[in-house]
């Protein structure tokens, strides 16, 4: 089950972040970290009504561990978020959006290190080949083409993400809950905390960003909607297993990237592309080997 909500995570975020670069366009950086939120909070809690029909469902107890792990996940998801599209105006996006998905190797990291996650050497094996695969799909081809500010933001943009992933799956686990109910609560609790945070800020700071998105509804929308969808995905495979694997597994979101721009926007792939690809294929089948 985790490998298949995966897959769906990672097609749903290659949609979002296609998104969400068209509307980076005419929206700055906040609002369109708020498109991500702003429309995905009803459909989180109309799925978990939908889970609650069933009469052996079980409301939770929420305590202290959950909030914190909800609270510090939902901040440091807008913090990735912001990072990620100020990425999308860096002259080598390709090469950030590429460090911001070394989440994985972060992830593998900070989760042995602190959160208590183990790894079998076919497992690493598959982590490291993900993280090369994504430096090959990015177009890295000489080392004086590197931004360092771009390196700094996309690390950064990673390093955020990965810690949102392992407090995510903290928040579930903390429940106590059957799958799938934990990670629905964890999905409405930080998507409504983070819509709730970023509507008062900007509300009181940039009331222009508001009419800006207000004018783009449909773009809005749309982000909205396959942001919710993906990360109903990550949060519900992130539930059933660790972290490492669910983001290694989560890389073929570059493929899936790779298809939307070979087929809507008719770019062409060159062949580190393909090399970087078969690497992608090659650390999936080990991560779910392992």
Not at 49 to 64: C, E, K, M, T
Not at 135 to 164: C, E, H, M, P
């Amino acid at each position: 089950m985790w490998i298949l909500f995966t897959l769906l995570a990672a097609f749903m975020q290659a949609w979002r972040n296609a998104f969400q670069k068209q509307l980076s366009v005419d929206v700055n950086v906040m609002g369109v970290t708020l498109a991500r939120f702003i429309y995905a909070s009803p459909l989180a809690a109309l799925y978990l009504w939908l889970l609650y029909r069933s009469p052996d469902a079980v409301i939770p107890a929420f305590h202290g561990d959950f909030v914190f792990y909800v609270v510090a996940a939902s901040l440091m998801q807008i913090l990735a978020t912001a990072l990620m599209v100020v990425l999308f105006k860096q002259k080598n996006y390709a090469i950030g959006v590429g460090l911001a998905k070394s989440e994985a190797i972060f992830a593998a990291v900070l989760g042995v290190l602190f959160f208590a996650s183990s790894l079998t050497p076919l497992g690493w094996l598959g982590v490291v080949l993900g993280g090369i695969a994504v430096f090959l799909l990015s177009g890295l081809t000489s080392i004086k083409t590197i931004s360092w500010s771009t390196v700094l933001i996309g690390g950064a943009s990673g390093l955020a993400f990965a810690l949102t992933s392992l407090w995510v799956r903290e928040a579930s686990l903390a429940l106590g809950l059957p799958f799938p109910y934990g990670a629905a609560w964890v999905l409405l609790f930080v998507i409504s905390l983070q819509t709730l945070i970023l509507l008062c800020y900007l509300a009181l700071r940039d009331a222009q960003t508001l009419s800006a998105l207000w004018s783009k509804p449909k773009l809005t929308l749309l982000t909205s909607v396959s942001s919710c969808i993906g990360s109903l995905g990550w949060f519900t495979a992130m539930s059933l297993e660790t972290v490492p694997l669910v983001k290694t597994l989560g890389q073929v979101e570059v493929l899936f990237t790779l298809m939307i721009s070979a087929f809507f926007f008719k770019e062409k792939l060159k062949q580190q592309h393909y090399l970087g690809l078969g690497l992608i294929v090659v650390a999936a089948i080990l991560v779910m080997w392992a």
